[in-house]
């Protein structure tokens, strides 16, 4: 089941974050962007339990995917894309017309996500994200028009 998250959901999606990322959001964090203006997100639900959740941030016909994540036991079961496909559905009837989001080059699962559902390579940000020790990987720019 996906619905309309609420603060109420923070902290299940700032653990959510924080298995997927290097740096997981903050409880606080995710609190503050949901009651930003222009932010909206979607919890996917499955056994009473929120296991997934995509949080966007729409100005005028653009919104930008800020992150997407699923539990780590659950992912490759379609979670990912049912959001996708749900926010982009929402953000239609909002009048939104373009779609962008950044994806870390090293992000395969995420890239295929995307590619999978239409967005198309736009630009490349060298050197973006911070990786253990001295590394660093590009940040993979990507376009979807609704």
């Known amino acids: 089941m996906i619905r309309p998250a609420t603060a109420t959901d923070a902290e299940a999606f700032s653990r959510l974050h924080s298995q997927g990322f290097l740096r997981g959001w903050s409880v606080e964090e995710i609190t503050a962007l949901l009651a930003e203006e222009g932010v909206v997100a979607f919890a996917h639900e499955q056994d009473g339990e929120v296991d997934g959740f995509i949080l966007l941030r729409s100005v005028f016909d653009e919104c930008e995917i800020l ?44 890239l295929g996500l995307y590619e999978k559902a239409g967005f198309a390579v736009s630009g490349r940000r060298r050197g973006y994200y911070p990786r253990l020790g001295r590394t660093r990987a590009d940040a993979i720019l990507m376009h979807k028009t609704l």
């Open 67 to 110: 992150t997407i994540a699923t539990d780590e036991t659950r992912k490759r079961q379609g979670i990912g894309s049912a959001l996708l496909n749900h926010a982009c559905t929402a953000l239609k009837s909002c009048d939104v017309t373009n779609l962008f989001l950044e994806v870390a080059e090293d992000n395969t699962p995420a």
